[in-house]
């Protein structure tokens, strides 16, 4: 059994000066739109769309849809341990797997109605879902110890269902598609065992055309909206992977950090990867192509780990969706609204002890992947008490001296970056001990 568990290692890093720390860019305001509980107590998948964020909650046996404000628009109710969500190209059909029902949901997404159930057999038990080829096609439950990959005629008036002739897989596999190529399926173990597999199901049937062994237990899977690759959230990693479609070839690794757990691309192709928050950061945010995160987003509160598969684009990547679950027991939402700016990043440097009554130096750096003006300052606080503004070199290295009052012998300094057009704050905290 893995144990998930957000590193406490903050106090430990104030307590030793001596180290160089790393700010936190827009915490705060400038980071979401507030954290929004939602009337539901459980969670599986966040999916987004033009107008709509959904939330799939197995045990509300509901699906959750808000505005992109997080505005409730509807709880559909009766959906017996909604699980995984797609959706129709036009959005307007969503589709639920719903394996309490052995069944798929279909949802009009204009009046938040269920209009049909789909059953897929006795003992199916449906969970993550994808369309492609023309197809619905779901990962289910084969026999008591193998899973396999179903379909669904959806364009037929009464859909016909096509089970697996050779369930492969030890878990439900995770399935993902792209109108990029949209006769590809990517399925990957969700279960411990190894393998991910593409098929081509152009002709209705899965036809193998990759498989890879080097990848097992994952929690998410994304395709580029180009077909070219295939990201992977696999729990175990400490990154999260992009293959190549074709071959399955590993083309990069994104240095995330411990337990992967979510990975949403938008209509542009920039990439979210979502950890369990080993650190200070529980999203990472990628330009197409690259493999050095632009943006790092902090949850706030700390303490309210990100959730599986809990991260979603709008399409046009104006907005960042993500979902925790805080020790109260609600699903919370977050909305970045902000998320094409860059993160500012300062890192301080100061002597661990320093005589009484002589000043100290501490230096200081900010950087980002984006361009800063060619004017800027940081502001310093010393133990909440404004010092003067410093002002940053061209190559982002700033210093300054103070002397604290006599008294204070455990002055903390914070320094913060207020941001700019292209950039959020920034801000970092370094603490001296003053000796007689």
Excluded: C
């Excluded at 628009?73 to 309490?100: C, F, H, I, N, Q």
């Excluded at 970045?336 to 320093?354: C, E, F, H, R």
């Excluded at 604290?404 to 370094?430: C, E, F, K, L, S």
């Amino acid at each position: 059994m893995r144990i998930r568990r957000r590193a406490a290692g903050a106090a430990l890093i104030l307590a030793t000066a001596s180290l160089h720390l790393l700010g936190v860019p827009g915490t705060a305001a400038a980071q979401t739109q507030g954290g929004i509980v939602l009337p539901v107590r459980s969670h599986w998948q966040t999916l987004a769309d033009s107008r709509h964020v959904y939330v799939s909650a197995p045990g509300d046996d509901a699906v959750l849809a808000t505005d992109h404000d997080g505005q409730v628009v509807k709880k559909v109710e009766g959906l017996d341990g909604a699980r995984g969500m797609t959706e129709s190209a036009d959005e307007s059909t969503l589709y639920v797997a719903l394996p309490d029902a052995d069944a798929i949901s279909v949802i009009d997404t204009a009046t938040m109605t269920e209009t049909r159930r789909i059953s897929t057999g006795a003992d199916t038990e449906p969970e993550s879902l994808a369309l492609a080829g023309g197809r619905l096609f779901f990962g289910y439950q084969a026999t008591v110890f193998d899973a396999g990959i179903g379909s669904v005629a959806i364009a037929e008036a009464t859909p016909t269902v096509s089970l697996d002739d050779n369930p492969v897989w030890y878990g439900k596999p995770r399935l993902a598609s792209s109108s990029g190529a949209p006769d590809r399926l990517v399925a990957a173990e969700s279960q411990g065992a190894l393998g991910m597999r593409v098929y081509d199901v152009g002709s209705g049937t899965l036809q193998e055309t990759a498989y890879s062994d080097a990848v097992a237990d994952v929690e998410d899977v994304a395709v580029t909206p180009d077909g070219s690759s295939v990201i992977t959230a696999n729990g175990s990693n400490y990154y999260h992977q992009r293959w190549r479609l074709s071959d399955l070839t590993e083309e990069a690794q994104y240095d995330t950090g411990p337990y992967p757990n979510s990975v949403a691309v938008d209509s542009h192709g920039t990439v979210a990867a979502g950890i369990v928050a080993g650190g200070e950061w529980d999203v990472y945010v990628y330009r197409p192509g690259e493999t050095a995160a632009y943006r790092t987003v902090a949850l706030s509160p700390g303490y309210a780990d990100l959730l599986d598969r809990g991260v979603a684009w709008a399409p046009d990547g104006n907005r960042l969706f993500t979902t925790r679950f805080p020790y109260s027991g609600e699903v919370v939402l977050d909305i970045v609204t902000d998320v094409a700016k860059a993160s500012s990043t300062i890192t301080l440097s100061a002597p661990p002890t320093n005589p009484v009554g002589t000043p100290v130096t501490v230096t200081g750096k900010l950087t980002s992947l984006v361009p800063f003006p060619k004017r800027r300052v940081v502001a310093v606080t010393r133990n909440g008490v404004e010092l003067p503004d410093v002002k940053v070199g061209r190559d982002g290295t700033f210093s300054f001296d103070d002397t604290p009052p006599d008294w204070n012998t455990y002055p903390q300094y914070t320094v913060t970056y207020a941001g700019d057009a292209r950039h959020v704050p920034g801000t970092a905290t370094v603490m001296v001990e003053f000796v007689g």
